[in-house]
């Protein structure tokens, strides 16, 4: 893999998140990513650490932003028996499954559905942060409710 110039998704979002378009850009850096963990999917591994810190970007040719999926350190086999009793990855984007049944052994689609879980998170929070954002134009229109 090559060296990622221009960091990982958590960084450019928190830096750009405002000047990223959707119709554009941030959906063509889903569609990456996207791409990106189906890859892995079809080759029978499940990435296990999936969040916005090993989403990592690059300029390929210096215009076109390139998006790779990077720290395959904790990935594993789909249905590996020794994977099924540990827990991994970075807690807000751990789907339930891990928490609840740790010891149980996973089948082959739930082991891929918490990678695909895992991205659904990415997004979520993703969409939360861009509402957070836009509304500190609102921050000076509160009101004060006078109580009884």
Excluded at 41 to 48: A, D, P
Excluded at 59 to 74: A, E, T
Aim: aromatic fraction near 8%.
């Amino acid at each position: 893999m090559q060296y990622a110039s221009e960091g990982d998704l958590h960084n450019i979002l928190r830096e750009k998140f405002t000047k990223i378009t959707w119709d554009k850009q941030k959906l063509a850096i889903l569609r990456q990513i996207s791409e990106g963990l189906e890859t892995i999917h079809e080759s029978e591994f499940i990435h296990r650490d999936f969040h916005s810190g090993n989403i990592l970007s690059n300029l390929s040719n210096g215009k076109r932003q390139q998006w790779q999926i990077g720290d395959l350190g904790l990935s594993q086999p789909v249905n590996n028996a020794q994977s099924n009793n540990e827990i991994y990855g970075v807690i807000p984007y751990v789907a339930p499954e891990i928490f609840k049944g740790c010891s149980s052994k996973f089948s082959k689609e739930l082991e891929l559905d918490i990678d695909i879980k895992s991205s659904n998170i990415l997004g979520t929070k993703r969409n939360i942060e861009e509402l957070e954002i836009n509304s500190y134009g609102n921050s000076g229109k509160h009101i004060k409710i006078k109580s009884t």
